[in-house]
């Protein structure tokens, strides 16, 4: 813990993405599904109806915890999960800030799959805690080594944080880890916090495990509007744990958000009730890029290592001896051709990019020729 109080360090990616994002025109650092629009989702079912619930809308507070329409849906992705085991929240990066202030302590131990999207470690370490990084290695194919795991855990471990699939590697967690997790979980008495914003992004059949909170008391699940889902605007997420943990971020709940918009609350119903056709879209279109971009590893092997990822809208390669820092590289196209990349340096791992394949087909393409382009001009010119 500070000596000063509480004190988080700098968000990497968010202000990466937040100083260069609106001014790009081929964003392949982009994390999400390719974003719908509000008459595209409205279309979903009677739109003449949906616009006239929206119309006659009271623009009043909603619940805290959501309405009773969204837990319900919510919960109907789990097994075993009622309504009122679920917390509605702006965003899974406000479910990941709440857990951490409801849970860690100073002194804690919190194992986080690395690297890692900032939110899941920073607010814990901020609290006090301990953090180990349980590091997923490109040598190793990205695949989670168990063993590794199970040395770091020790007497103060309160919570291991998995992220399924992994940001940013695009590695998954199988179900038979996932339970050897689990059964630690319940013998030593921690959390899994299981961070799912991308668990409906299969892109391998059966390969992820499933949902962490229909397999454990001691697990919670965050979700997401935003990345599989194409629907970053709504800022919606939640979390799935026990009640008790409910009502303990709740009170915190009342110190951030206090609550989501009925229009938003609204909006995120309607694609619930209609998943299974958004996720065969986003689905589809990111299978389409990820075809393009594995044939494009294909091109630039000579200075590009690869994993091909298993589910997700994500990959990390690394360049080969580039003689200049990613974070110089992505600098440079961007400034040339307003190509957005996400630099290594943002996770603490120089030398690698993340690229992000579930967005426009023409614009990731034409995105990938243009770093195709800067790519050899770098090398080129470090001879």
């Not at 939110?119 to 990084?133: D, F, N, P, Q, T």
Request: proline share 4%; glycine share 6%.
């Amino acid at each position: 813990m500070s000596p000063h109080g509480f004190e988080v360090k700098e968000f990497l990616v968010e202000r990466w993405m937040n100083t260069y994002e609106n001014d790009a025109l081929f964003n392949l650092a982009e994390t999400d599904a390719k974003p719908f629009t509000l008459e595209e989702l409205l279309s979903f079912g009677n739109k003449e109806g949906h616009w006239q619930d929206l119309l006659s809308m009271k623009l009043a507070y909603n619940p805290t915890l959501g309405s009773d329409r969204l837990r319900r849906l919510i919960a109907s992705q789990y097994e075993g999960v009622l309504p009122e085991e679920v917390l509605v929240t702006t965003g899974a990066i406000e479910a990941n800030f709440l857990l951490a202030s409801a849970l860690v302590k100073p002194g804690d131990t919190v194992i986080v799959q690395s690297p890692a999207y900032q939110a899941l470690y920073s607010v814990a370490e901020a609290r006090g805690a301990k953090i180990k990084h349980w590091r997923m290695k490109l040598e190793d194919n990205y695949v989670p080594d168990m063993d590794v795991l199970e040395g770091l855990i020790d007497e103060r471990t309160r919570a291991v944080v998995v992220n399924v699939p992994h940001n940013p590697t695009g590695a998954v967690l199988g179900q038979e880890k996932l339970q050897k997790l689990i059964a630690w979980a319940e013998e030593k008495d921690f959390w899994i916090i299981c961070d799912e914003v991308y668990h409906d992004i299969e892109l391998e059949k059966d390969v992820l495990a499933s949902k962490a909170r229909s397999l454990s008391p001691k697990a919670i699940s965050v979700g997401s509007f935003s990345k599989s889902f194409g629907l970053s605007g709504l800022r919606l997420g939640w979390f799935a744990a026990n009640p008790e943990l409910v009502e303990q971020c709740w009170s915190w709940k009342d110190y951030t958000s206090i609550s989501i918009s009925p229009l938003n609350d609204y909006l995120a119903c309607l694609a619930l009730e209609n998943r299974e056709e958004i996720m065969h879209k986003n689905i589809a279109l990111a299978q389409m890029n990820l075809e393009a971009l594995m044939q494009w590893f294909e091109e630039q092997k000579k200075h590009i290592e690869y994993v091909l990822p298993k589910a997700g809208l994500l990959t990390f390669p690394r360049f080969r001896d580039l003689p200049i820092s990613t974070e110089q590289f992505c600098l440079g196209l961007f400034e040339k051709e307003k190509v957005l990349l996400m630099p290594g340096e943002c996770f603490d791992h120089p030398g690698y990019l993340r690229i992000g394949y579930g967005n426009d087909h023409e614009v990731f393409t034409r995105g990938l020729d243009m770093v195709a382009k800067h790519v050899r001009q770098v090398y080129d010119k470090g001879r």
